[in-house]
């Protein structure tokens, strides 16, 4: 299908000759899923069915408290510097993007008064630049108003390298310029098929002027709004204890009609990830827990007490497990894991082939999260046209065991393999969470088998996702040989997903260790194809591009893909909540409400 083809589809659509049901069908057909074929109707100005909530309250408040669950609790409320799924969710309740993902891949405008597109004159032509209206009448919580310079200045800020920001790689290569108070220009140096990454979802909320300006670049770690945001968002901050407890109130100036419904708000953190479902499924304490990674049998049994019902979105996050390539034993320049070293053992691709073997991923899959995940080899899974075909998974003890001997690593006296004096010894941590360490024990078992000797290490979770700079145990530390988690794929578009796979983004002293590149490998032709997509127009070539650069680090077996995991949640019955695999849970709260 080319784009003329595409273009015929639109304007039947738009002329009534075509339904929207049927032209998405029809993408389908030809490999473009439901998220890209829905963009590509925004793009060209198509109305669409409304695929958020319906909200039916008819006036704001009155809904009492809405009650959440985060088992991995907050630590702080500055969506830049949030590098954990737990820290985007939190700040998103003061803080808005220019638009957001519901669930079905659609771009639905937040502070933006609408989503921009050809007709509307928000594209341009060359695809080098794109325009945003700001909504207006939006007000900050402390009264003052949203304005283009708020924009701009996000821009500056997270740009910046010395802010440090988890989110400069949507902010460092493209220009921002003011046009009026209420508009804003994107220029991008080049054609930029996928627009919809600065100001838009995880990584685009936009923070205060007035209350950032002073603390852009070195200073970012000192501004008092890290802790206490003033936003534009539904609830309006009033107190946090990080790693335990976050409490707002009804923002009652808040800029959509009727909304929010709750009068109060609070986030309790910390716990596991059973003890959260069950609170909400079973006990009904809570309204709704985030991220219910706990085996499915557990869950069907909870459900039985009928308070609550589990909800699971289709979504591009993935579980995985991270080789490291460098020495996280041996420090150099005041960092461990430092690019200027390489890993004793896990330098040998035969090493990394062995382990990646020794992952058996279909009892994985079936034993432990059935309706949480699907395994799958490569990293990339949604939307369907950007997964490879090349990449297949297999669990063999036996091929792995050949592997490693004609590798030359041998068994030693304790079974353990060894060569030119160094053995196959490695700690392999992820995160306190009951799957994740059975799991672990599946892995270390059949790494037994092949003389692979696995320490395991489980870290509290606020701790292993935290973005605390002097915390040895997070996980873009890598401080160990490997580790495992889900990473979340923040739009129905992997380029921004894609970007840990590139040299400039390896996490490290410099950037205090917010790149978004873990696994510090790199290779100049993930780097070229990279740089390729960000400019290729047309749609297949682009995906072809992407898929390249997902099978260098797989194929490396660098990274190596567990699960395909869908977004698990537990909600009270009587909750009416918008749960999005695209963006995060509390990316439309504004629009929740009890029945």
């Not at 100001?199 to 936009?206: E, K, L, R, T, W």
């Not at 008092?224 to 990080?242: C, E, I, M, S």
């Not at 898929?547 to 909600?571: H, Q, Y």
């Not at 749960?579 to 995060?584: I, K, L």
Request: neutral net charge.
């Amino acid at each position: 299908m080319n784009s003329k083809h595409i273009q015929g589809m639109v304007q039947n659509l738009k002329e009534g000759r075509l339904s929207r049901r049927t032209f998405i069908q029809k993408m389908a057909a030809f490999g473009i899923g439901a998220p890209i074929a829905s963009q590509i109707l925004a793009w060209n100005n198509v109305a669409m069915a409304n695929a958020t909530l319906e909200y039916k309250p008819s006036k704001a408040g009155g809904g009492g408290p809405l009650k959440l669950l985060l088992w991995q609790a907050p630590t702080l409320l500055n969506p830049h510097f949030a590098s954990g799924t737990k820290d985007q969710i939190a700040s998103r309740i003061f803080y808005e993007p220019l638009a957001g993902w519901d669930k079905e891949g659609n771009l639905i405008p937040q502070l933006a008064a609408a989503v921009p597109s050809k007709e509307n004159g928000g594209l341009s032509e060359d695809g080098t630049s794109v325009t945003w209206k700001l909504k207006p009448g939006v007000k900050w919580h402390d009264g003052k108003p949203l304005t283009a310079d708020d924009v701009v200045f996000t821009w500056e800020y997270a740009a910046d390298p010395a802010t440090a920001a988890y989110t400069t790689g949507a902010y460092k290569d493209i220009k921002v310029e003011k046009v009026d108070d209420l508009t804003v220009k994107v220029i991008f140096s080049k054609p930029t098929p996928f627009w919809a990454d600065p100001f838009v979802g995880v990584a685009g909320m936009i923070i205060p002027k007035h209350h950032f300006a002073e603390y852009k670049g070195a200073k970012s770690r000192e501004a008092p709004a890290n802790l206490k945001p003033v936003g534009t968002g539904p609830y309006k901050f009033a107190d946090f204890k990080p790693g335990d407890i976050l409490a707002g109130t009804r923002n009652e100036d808040y800029h959509v009609k009727n909304q929010p419904h709750f009068d109060t708000l609070e986030v309790k953190g910390g716990g596991d990830a059973v003890s959260a479902a069950r609170a909400v499924l079973q006990t009904g304490e809570y309204d709704y827990a985030w991220d219910t990674l706990v085996e499915d049998e557990v869950l069907k049994r909870l459900e039985t007490g009928g308070r609550g019902k589990v909800s699971a979105a289709p979504a591009g996050d993935v579980e995985f497990i991270t080789l490291n390539t460098t020495d996280p034993w041996t420090e150099v320049d005041g960092e461990r894991s430092s690019i200027k070293t390489r890993h004793p053992t896990l330098s040998d691709p035969a090493v990394r082939q062995a382990i990646n073997l020794l992952i058996d991923r279909d009892s994985i899959q079936k034993f432990i999260y059935g309706r949480g995940g699907t395994a799958t080899a490569s990293f990339v899974n949604e939307p369907k046209q950007f997964k490879s075909s090349m990449l297949k998974y297999e669990f063999s003890i036996e091929k792995a065991n050949k592997v490693l001997d004609e590798a030359g690593w041998k068994k030693g006296a304790d079974g353990i393999r060894e060569k030119d004096g160094k053995k196959l010894k490695f700690v392999f941590q992820t995160s306190i969470n009951a799957p994740r360490q059975k799991v672990q024990a599946i892995v270390k078992q059949a790494c037994q088998r092949a003389g692979i000797d696995l320490e395991l290490k489980s870290v509290t979770a606020s701790v292993f996702f935290s973005s605390d700079v002097a915390n040895p145990d997070t996980y873009t530390k890598l401080y160990v040989d490997m580790e495992m988690y889900t990473t979340t794929q923040p739009q129905p578009d992997p380029e921004r997903f894609l970007n840990q796979f590139t040299s400039w983004e390896i996490a490290n002293k410099e950037n205090k260790w917010l790149g978004r590149n873990v696994s510090r490998y790199s290779d100049p032709a993930a780097d070229e194809a990279y740089k390729a997509a960000q400019k290729e127009l047309d749609p297949a070539k682009r995906a072809a591009l992407l898929i390249k650069v997902n099978e260098i680090f797989c194929e490396a077996n660098v990274i190596l893909p567990v699960l395909s995991r869908t977004k698990v949640v537990a909600a009270a019955r009587s909750l009416s909540h918008d749960h999005s695999g695209w963006d995060v849970d509390t990316w439309n709260l504004a629009a929740w409400y009890r029945s």
